[in-house]
């Protein structure tokens, strides 16, 4: 009777942790690359539709020399399988042909006024550029850590 109590309850228990498991395993991720403790690439994975960890987008990130923020541009991958001739699979191609532009944050300073400007920037696809500004927003940097909203545009 003991026994077949504790198998049950055994029973139950692998499988609420196996749907543990499955749950988390759909839920994206990010693998994130930092150089000098400061993020230069964000990748975020998440499940294909055959199954597959496939990226999703990347967001990458510039300083300057003084090691502040200056852009963060995002790229959002358009998915494209090649076929490999060997094993006749597909896998997914992250060709730079395969990326497209979605959209820039650009940080701008102006240290004589202690001004800081953000500005968000889309993507133009027949111009290949970033040229429609969406939003600027103006501060006054006040010190290093803090900032007076002024603007928004």
């Known amino acids: 009777m003991?026994?077949?109590?504790?198998?049950?309850?055994?029973?139950?228990?692998?499988?609420?942790?196996m749907n543990g498991f499955v749950t988390k395993a759909q839920v994206p991720f990010y693998f994130t690359v930092k150089a000098n403790?400061?993020?230069?690439?964000?990748?975020?994975y998440v499940t294909g539709d055959s199954g597959m960890i496939v990226k999703e987008s990347e967001e990458k990130y510039t300083y300057d020399e003084n090691g502040d923020l200056l852009k963060k541009e995002v790229y959002v991958w358009n998915p494209k399988y090649a076929k490999n001739d060997k094993t006749g699979e597909y896998y997914p191609d992250y060709g730079k042909s395969n990326w497209?532009?979605?959209y820039c944050i650009v940080h701008n300073k102006d240290l004589e006024n202690?001004?800081?400007s953000?500005?968000?920037l889309f993507w133009n696809k027949d111009k290949?550029?970033?040229?429609?500004?969406?939003?600027?927003?103006?501060?006054?940097?006040?010190?290093?850590?803090n900032y007076n909203y002024l603007a928004n545009k």
């Open 2 to 17: 003991k026994a077949r109590i504790f198998r049950t309850v055994s029973f139950v228990f692998i499988i609420f942790l």
């Open 37 to 44: 403790d400061k993020v230069v690439l964000t990748t975020k």
């Open 100 to 102: 497209t532009p979605q």
């Open 114 to 116: 202690n001004l800081v």
């Open 118 to 120: 953000v500005e968000l």
């Open 128 to 145: 290949n550029e970033y040229d429609n500004l969406v939003e600027t927003m103006t501060s006054q940097l006040n010190d290093s850590y």
